[in-house]
């Protein structure tokens, strides 16, 4: 027999345990299915973001952080700790326990909010009258119907060709997020997010790290300025990060890891390392849908098609996050699940991907909103930029970190912000103001006129609204 719901969710990652959170919600009989296993093979819904992505790497982004504070900069506050040890076990243990609380939040919303939840594997089986029919194939065997199915099935980390993640020796973010001693050389393809990230928490701990990186300029999503200025501070901390290389022939061995590469002036190389870790971008996921059994269309990157609104080929089925196209984040997931479940309630569901922020959490942070100084020329706009260091800010000198600046950019003739740009302390944080001014269409000078608390690093923020305008007044 099977059983029937108004929507059915395959995938619990941000994209799908919110949007079935939010079609509850709108009353709506709702149903996840996810198939992610914990240790012990119970339940673990949260997807990438929750198990081995988001959450967990900024947990050992903390623990290493800490580390690192205790080591170098403590004794600048009058601390003296003698020898700081670190428990890398003690760490992964701590970065899984916080893993759980998110899983086991997860479980107490469905609950909460009356989604019923199948742990196992779906996968569509057929079009049926008014709907469709999927299977669900592991600790739960069942068989639903949903009306309307929305496919949240995410993304897989790429591996380099031929040579496959053994998450011993060649590691995907799983394997990197559970090293489990300081490897002395660490390698890492690719100075993308996860790249930066990971470096950082190894060469924290006192890793040798070398990042080989294939494009020439770096971080090329990013302000040009605000990269340059993030290079200089990974510089000076001692991360590799060798641009413009030609990974060739990877040897894995009993001790480590051989990459041949080619480096930008054509000079051929090699670096061996303990580990390596591969993070060149991810590949959506419908491994097991069986899409074909009822026509879903994929794109050549193996994304599933989807208009704006996210409606796929099929009537009645939806699709959000890292399996469609857009950046692949957790929150735009979230955005995209939300969004679908409004629609299918006949609201007006809004995804604004001209106001998704970036964040990069390493030291220093790097966020941004909006198109970037390079963006603006390339489309021929006329804009303004205004900057401020935190070398200027009251709060960041008493924090003890003064690297980079806050940058706006406004359109030269109106003042709307038409990008905001951070380098520097808590700039995860700092960016949400921004985010909101650009979806209010706020002008620099919006900003330059609202009161912000002294001392503060969102002082940072006005003053650089103000430099827009050369009016700034404290540099
Ligand atoms: P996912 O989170 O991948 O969830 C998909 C879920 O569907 C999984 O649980 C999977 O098991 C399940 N599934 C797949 N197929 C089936 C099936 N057939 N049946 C049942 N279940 C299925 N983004 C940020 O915004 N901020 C960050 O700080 C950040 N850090 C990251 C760090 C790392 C190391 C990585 C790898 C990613 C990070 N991301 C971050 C990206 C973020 O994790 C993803 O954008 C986000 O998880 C996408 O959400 P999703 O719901 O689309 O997919
Ligand atoms: P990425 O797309 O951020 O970076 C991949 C990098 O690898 C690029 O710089 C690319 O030029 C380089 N590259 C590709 N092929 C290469 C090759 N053969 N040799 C050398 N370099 C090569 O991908 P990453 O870091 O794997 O992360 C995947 C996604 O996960 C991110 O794009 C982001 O959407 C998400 N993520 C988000 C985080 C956040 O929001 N803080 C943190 C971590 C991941």
Redesign the pocket.
């Known amino acids: 027999m099977s059983k029937q719901f108004d929507v059915v969710v395959i995938g619990g990652g941000p994209g799908g345990y919110i949007a079935a959170i939010r079609a509850a919600q709108l009353g709506f009989q709702v149903a996840c299915i996810d198939e992610w296993k914990n240790e012990k093979g119970g339940p673990a819904p949260g997807g990438t973001c929750t198990n081995v ?2 959450i967990p ?1 900024k947990a050992l982004l903390q623990s290493s952080e800490h580390f690192e504070h205790a080591t170098h900069h403590f004794a600048d506050h009058g601390i003296s700790t003698g020898t700081v040890k670190m428990d890398v076990a003690k760490m992964v243990a701590r970065k899984d326990a916080v893993v759980k609380q998110n899983n086991d939040g997860i479980l107490y919303l469905f609950k909460k909010n009356k989604v019923s939840f199948f742990h196992g594997r779906g996968s569509f089986v057929k079009a049926v009258d008014g709907g469709y029919e999927l299977k669900v194939a592991g600790a739960a065997e069942e068989t639903l119907v949903g009306k309307q199915v929305i496919v949240a099935t995410g993304s897989n ?2 591996a ?1 060709p031929g040579v496959p993640f053994d998450e011993v020796n060649v590691l995907s ?1 799983d394997g990197a997020l559970r090293i489990g001693a300081v490897p002395k050389k660490l390698g890492v ?7 930066l ?1 990971m470096g950082s928490v190894w060469r924290r701990l006192g890793a040798d790290v070398t990042v ?4 020439p300029t770096f971080l ?1 999503a990013a302000d040009e300025q605000i990269a340059k200025e993030a290079k200089k501070a990974f510089d000076k901390q001692g991360l590799k990060i060798e641009l413009g ?1 030609k ?1 060739g022939d990877i040897k894995v061995g009993k001790k480590g890891v051989n990459v041949a590469y080619t480096n930008a002036k054509g000079e051929a190389q090699e670096l061996a390392v303990d580990k390596l870790i591969v ?4 590949v959506p996921n419908t491994i097991g849908l069986n899409a074909e059994a009822v026509g879903l269309q994929l794109d050549e990157r193996g994304a599933i098609v989807v208009d704006g609104d996210c409606k796929t080929n099929l009537p009645g089925v939806w699709a959000v996050g890292d399996v469609v196209r857009g ?3 957790a929150h735009k997931a979230e955005e995209e699940g939300v969004a679908v479940a409004e629609r299918m309630a006949g609201q007006h569901g809004h995804v604004n991907f001209a106001t998704i922020p ?4 390493t030291s220093p942070e790097i966020a941004w909103v909006g198109r970037t100084e390079q963006q603006l020329k390339a489309d021929g706009v006329k804009y303004k930029a205004g900057t401020f260091p935190f070398l200027a800010n009251g709060r960041a000198r008493a924090l003890g970190d003064t690297t980079g600046m806050v940058k706006f950019l406004a359109d030269a003739t109106t003042d709307e912000i038409l990008g905001v740009h951070i380098v520097g302390p808590m700039a995860s944080e700092l960016i949400a103001e921004a985010v909101v001014a650009m979806e209010f269409k706020a002008s620099a000078e919006d900003i330059a006129r609202i009161c912000h608390a002294h001392p503060s690093l969102s002082e940072a923020t006005k003053e650089a609204a103000l430099a827009v305008d050369k009016r700034t007044l404290n540099f």
């Open positions: 992505g988001c790497s980390a790429r380099l973010n393809i690719g100075s993308g997010v996860i790249g990230e080989l990186e294939g494009l090329g290389v990974v993070s060149i971008g991810r950046p692949m984040l970036w964040v990069i959490y």
